[in-house]
C-alpha cells in the first residue's frame, strides 16, 4: 500500500503563485509514475502534471510554461510549483501514484486551491 498526503493549497490572487507537496509512505519500491491531477466543480478530474520513476516529465498544455512538476527522492516527497496563477486553475488538486507492475492508482486526499481576487 502507499499513503499520499496533499498540503500547500489555500487562496491566491490572479498572477500569484504556490506550491503544492506530496508527502509519500508505504511501499515506495512499488511505485512508478506519479503526478498531480485536479478537478473543477462540474468537471472530471484531468492530469495536470506526470513525472516517471527516471525523471520524465509531461504537462497539460493549459499549465506549460506556468507550473513545474519534481520530487525529492530522499524525502519522498512530489511538489508542484504553480505560477501565474489563473482563475481557471482553481480546482482541488490531488496526488496520484501508480503501481509500477499493476498500474493500480493510488490518490491523496486532495488540496483546495483558490485563485481570486
Known amino acids: 500500500q502507499v499513503q499520499l498526503v496533499e498540503s500547500g493549497g489555500g487562496l491566491v490572487q490572479p498572477g500569484g503563485s504556490l506550491r503544492l507537496s506530496c508527502s509519500v509512505s508505504?511501499?515506495?519500491?512499488?511505485?512508478?509514475?506519479m503526478g498531480w491531477y485536479r478537478q473543477a466543480p462540474g468537471k472530471e478530474r484531468e492530469q495536470v502534471a506526470t513525472i516517471s520513476r527516471r525523471g520524465r516529465i509531461n504537462y497539460t498544455d493549459s499549465v506549460k510554461d506556468r507550473f513545474t512538476i519534481s520530487k525529492n527522492i530522499a524525502n519522498n516527497t512530489v511538489y508542484l510549483q504553480m505560477n501565474s496563477l489563473e482563475p481557471d486553475d482553481t480546482a482541488v488538486y490531488y496526488c496520484?501514484?501508480?503501481?509500477?507492475?499493476?498500474?493500480?492508482?493510488?490518490w491523496g486526499q486532495g488540496t483546495q486551491v483558490t485563485v481570486s481576487s
Open positions: 496520484n501514484a501508480k503501481n509500477l507492475w499493476s498500474q493500480v492508482d493510488y
Open positions: 508505504g511501499s515506495i519500491f512499488s511505485i512508478g509514475n
